[in-house]
């Protein structure tokens, strides 16, 4: 059975964040409730601009590692960096995502800031940001499959190591097979988006996931969830809705503010002490 020693107690660092009995993330000794947006990439200025001025207080980009502003001639670290420092003038706190450095997965990102591999992305990502003050948490999965639990453990206890004062986040939409994934993260997620079409009328998916969350993580007490509400319109991955206006307005609809709202409440009565809302990118047109 691998155990992990601790080493003795530091001090904890300003920038941290830690996740407190009562399931709540712990940001400068404070309670701090992430309400975020998921985004692809920065496409113009004014993307950032509009998440900096609006009351979402995080973001989850999946392009991490090769984050950059486009008007930039900064790359790599760089370039990461001048995003993060803008990110914290703004107040806003940044998951970091390294959800694809996955050799053999589909966007397998094993090569990035400089090095190659893995283990060498990964060190090269936490050892360089785990310092910076916008920096809320790791994004180490995105719906990754059952069959890679050991793997996926593994790299938990692989950024724990190497940042133990930042925790780790995985989502997942396999909602029955949430509970094996425990060991894998320090924060569950889930991602239930019911609205679709003019039938959608229910949250039984949302209650659905959250159920198997707190499965994952045990009781209420202690429930670190931070969940993943849709804003999105599913029509932004269907090929035919995006040149078909009758067939888009026949298949799908945007999810209602009353819609969103309800979402929200009902992760939050379940437990989620976290909102990261899926995603700006859909809304604004760059997917």
Request: glycine content about 6%; aromatic content about 10%; overall charge neutral.
């Amino acid at each position: 059975i691998p155990v992990t020693v601790a080493r003795p107690k530091r001090p904890t660092p300003a920038n941290a964040c830690e996740i407190d009995k009562r399931g709540r993330a712990i940001v400068n000794g404070r309670p701090f409730l992430p309400v975020g947006l998921y985004h692809h990439a920065f496409r113009t200025r004014e993307d950032f601009d509009l998440i900096a001025a609006s009351p979402f207080n995080c973001i989850m980009p999946y392009n991490s590692l090769y984050m950059r502003f486009p008007d930039s001639k900064l790359r790599g670290v760089s370039g990461i960096t001048q995003v993060l420092d803008a990110c914290s003038d703004a107040n806003l706190k940044v998951i970091f995502s390294i959800k694809d450095v996955y050799e053999g997965t589909k966007y397998a990102a094993i090569r990035g800031l400089g090095v190659e591999g893995e283990t060498a992305v990964v060190s090269k990502a936490v050892n360089s940001f785990r310092t910076h003050p916008a920096l809320l948490a790791w994004y180490i999965n995105d719906e990754l499959p059952t069959s890679m639990l050991d793997r996926l453990t593994a790299r938990r206890r692989e950024v724990n190591r190497l940042d133990p004062f930042h925790p780790t986040w995985a989502v997942f939409c396999s909602f029955d097979e949430v509970p094996m994934y425990g060991p894998t993260c320090d924060v569950v997620g889930v991602d239930p988006y019911p609205i679709r079409d003019s039938k959608s009328r229910d949250m039984e998916r949302v209650r659905h996931g959250m159920n198997m969350a707190e499965r994952a993580v045990g009781t209420p007490e202690g429930m670190a969830v931070w969940a993943v509400p849709q804003i999105m319109n599913w029509a932004c991955y269907d090929q035919q809705a995006r040149k078909d206006r009758a067939y888009y307005e026949a298949k799908f609809r945007d999810p209602s503010e009353h819609e969103m709202l309800s979402m929200s409440l009902l992760c939050a009565i379940q437990g989620a002490k976290g909102f990261i809302y899926y995603s700006f990118s859909d809304l604004s047109g760059h997917i």
